[in-house]
């Protein structure tokens, strides 16, 4: 899986028809020269190398279960490392779409989206293997993976963690904090975060949209 924070390439599960839940979960490719076979199933119901996904969390990887939707072929894709990218090519019979256009191979990098119609779609990107510990933000307000966490905030990777401990950070501090970010990104959803996690939980929290105040204030 990869050694310290040296970014690897991998594919992000963004949707699973048959497990709404496996979203963000991440696949590395294999090492370059080798290939593994993405499908249903596992690794004891065939000699082939499978590729296997792992929830990501700080300080921990976990292996997730073989992929097990109905439509997916056992023998999907074939996925292989090359350069910067993963090579990837069609085995089943789900059609495959990278960025939106059906193919039987491609290689795809940082960016692109691969689709097994009806079934699974995924990311490719670039990403340290593993997520630094928390240093601030406590492991009982985590939550389950792939669902909200005490806060309220939704995400798995990790710049959805940094940002929680960011917040908790902001939170011990005892002092004024400034949240930024356009409109829409959740500016007050931190703000809230903060105060729940500070000494001052018990007190109101105040929300108030600037535009709305009186100009002479």
């Known amino acids: 899986m990869g050694n310290g924070d040296e970014a690897v390439t991998m594919l992000v599960i963004a949707w699973c028809a048959s497990s709404p839940s496996r979203v963000g979960e991440i696949t590395v490719a294999p090492p370059e020269g080798s290939a593994h076979v993405l499908g249903r199933g596992d ?21 997730a279960p073989p992929l097990d939707g109905q439509g997916l072929s056992r023998r999907q894709l074939v996925v ?6 993963i090579d990837i090519e069609r085995l089943g019979q789900c059609a495959l779409r990278v960025n939106g256009r059906e193919v039987d191979s491609a290689h795809v990098v940082a960016g692109d989206v691969v689709e097994v119609r009806r079934e699974l779609v995924m ?19 985590y939550g389950e993976f792939g669902a909200p966490d005490r806060l309220g905030i939704l995400g798995e990777s990790p710049a959805v963690w940094e940002l929680r401990d ?26 809230r975060g903060a105060h729940q996690l500070s000494t001052r939980a ?16």
Do not use: W, Y
């Open 80 to 85: 292989r490392a090359h350069g910067d990218g």
């Open 202 to 217: 018990a007190g109101p929290f105040v929300a108030r949209n600037a535009a709305t105040l009186p100009t002479g204030l």
């Open 43 to 63: 690794e004891s119901e065939g000699n082939e190398a499978r590729v296997r996904f792992f929830r990501q969390r700080p300080g921990v990887l976990e292996p």
């Open 123 to 141: 990311l490719c990107v670039r990403r340290a293997p593993r997520i630094a510990q928390m240093r601030h933000f406590a492991r009982e307000a």
């Open 166 to 191: 960011a917040i908790a950070f902001a939170a011990k501090a005892g002092t004024h904090a400034l949240i930024v970010g356009e409109s829409g990104t959740g500016k007050e959803l931190a703000a």
